[in-house]
């Protein structure tokens, strides 16, 4: 017998991550909303065997659920992922979630809910809950963030017809970095409001970092340039309001060190070598604050904090010239 269309299709990018995938479609297939309601898409961006192999598993597993693996062959990103895996859905709403989640069982139930009663917007944004010990380390206390953002893909439900209207996720976001952001402004500026659906809820466990994560999650700055060429005034409402001129005074202090002392100015130079010292400890000291104080962490913070406004500044740069906006 044909299944009936169903009332929302769940997409979930997933890349080379097995065993939380596992965990998330789990979450998934013990969801109050009736099995028939809702279908899975799986949008594989390592295109692996495994991963097909377990989305089968599931599927066999779940023989009242609707489990489909969307292979999107060649890296895309996950921008590239979630248009493959929306483009493939049969459901008017689709919903949006990534594979390191595990949706509460009332989920699904309640963004529909929450989408349904909102008529004039085109998409609502859920509650994304990151459990944390009492002193978190940096790397969990940046993911923690995530309980704390407007709109992420981790947790949204956004119309079809919406989706269509704009095309859909920009692909240029190759990383899973500001991607949501673009598509939450893009609603905004040429669709219609987005609304908030916080009974909608998922966790999001911290995953374990390496040693300096957050001197490779700099990286991410160079889609900052993209984001505020697109929205300038949405990115200085929502995202950043001033540039980081922290940053900026503290790599200035750095450079004017050497080439004053070779200028023959020490004075000069002991100076700005003060004031980045200072700018530093400052900046170390902030990022402790309420943090972890074990000694491998506070040593951790001390040496990302000398190395991180130079490379922030770096991808910042690259961003712009990549990009080509003017953007501090």
């Known amino acids: 017998m044909q299944r009936p269309e169903p009332r929302v299709s769940v997409v979930v990018p997933t890349w080379r991550r097995p065993a939380l995938l596992a965990r998330c479609l789990q979450a998934l297939c013990a969801q109050r909303l009736p099995a028939q309601d809702y279908e899975i898409l799986i949008a594989d961006d390592g295109c692996e065997a495994r991963i097909e192999r377990l989305v089968a598993l599931m599927a066999a597993q779940h ?182 001129w922290h940053y900026y005074a503290t790599v200035l202090a750095l450079l004017a060190a050497p080439i004053a002392w070779l200028a023959g100015a020490p004075a000069v130079a002991a100076a700005a070598g003060l004031s980045w010292l200072g700018f530093t400890v400052a900046f170390c000291a902030r990022r402790l604050r309420g943090a972890a104080l074990t000694p491998a962490h506070v040593a951790e913070m001390a040496v990302t904090s000398m190395l991180i406004p130079p490379l922030s500044l770096y991808w910042r740069l690259r961003g712009a010239l990549a990009f080509r906006v003017v953007f501090l």
């Open 63 to 244: 023989p009242h659920h609707a489990l489909r693996y969307v292979p999107v062959p060649g890296t895309q990103g996950p921008s590239g992922a979630r248009n493959a895996g929306w483009r493939r859905a049969l459901a008017p709403v689709i919903a949006f979630t990534d594979d390191d989640t595990v949706p509460e069982p009332g989920w699904l139930e309640a963004g529909c809910a929450a989408l349904a009663g909102q008529p004039e917007c085109c998409a609502v944004a859920g509650t994304v809950t990151v459990p944390l010990p009492a002193r978190p380390t940096d790397h969990e206390r940046d993911t923690g963030g995530l309980a704390h953002a407007e709109f992420v893909t981790a947790n949204c439900f956004v119309r079809r017809d919406a989706l269509q209207r704009i095309g859909g996720f920009d692909e240029r976001f190759t990383r899973a970095w500001r991607e949501d952001s673009d598509l939450q402004f893009r609603l905004i500026e040429q669709v219609c409001p987005v609304g908030r659906a916080p009974a909608a809820v998922v966790a999001h466990p911290v995953r374990p970092a390496a040693w300096g994560s957050s001197m490779a999650a700099q990286a991410k700055v160079y889609f900052d340039a993209l984001l505020y060429k697109k929205h300038p005034r949405l990115y200085r409402q929502r995202i950043r309001r001033v540039p980081p």
